[in-house]
């Protein structure tokens, strides 16, 4: 699959839930002064995510909201870094993309190790061999049972 399939085909509504929860958590915390765990969004968005790299490129990009909600003063002043305004600014866009793009990640192999334990688990379930030769679980111990009676 190419870049473009994989970015054409995303989830827009875990994409604007991830993104809401990103931004408006941070906001709400920094005036209530109540801590919060924003990065929530993001692992949203990787856990609905098809694949990895459609992960990091969506979950990075919700990222770059609430570097806009930074820039426009939302959380409070920035730090003066003593760096020109242009540096900061870039620098703290990189810096978010990636941090949104590796929380995706995660949420992402958490979604991977999800699905594998189902799989392991549903191959481990008792009766999974009758169910597999498609016979009832009782038609063998009913064979038997009529066999005896023959006798």
Do not use: C
């Not at 085909?9 to 809401?20: C, E, H, P, Q, R």
């Not at 009766?127 to 597999?132: A, H, L």
């Amino acid at each position: 699959m190419s870049i473009s399939e994989d970015l054409e085909d995303f989830n827009f509504t875990a994409f604007i839930i991830g993104t809401a929860i990103f931004v408006i958590t941070p906001i709400i915390a920094s005036h209530t002064e109540i801590d919060s765990f924003a990065a929530i969004g993001p692992f949203y968005i990787g856990y609905k995510s098809k694949n990895y790299m459609q992960g990091f490129a969506v979950g990075g990009l919700s990222s770059v909201f609430l570097w806009i909600a930074i820039i426009y003063g939302a959380l409070g002043e920035m730090i003066n870094l003593n760096l020109d305004p242009i540096y900061t600014n870039v620098l703290l866009f990189i810096l978010f993309f990636i941090m949104g793009g590796f929380i995706a990640l995660i949420g992402r192999y958490f979604k991977s190790n999800r699905d594998s334990a189902i799989q392991m688990a549903n191959a481990n379930k008792k009766g999974s061999k009758n169910v597999q030769k498609k016979v009832k679980p009782i038609e063998p111990g009913y064979k038997k049972a009529k066999d005896k009676l023959k006798k």
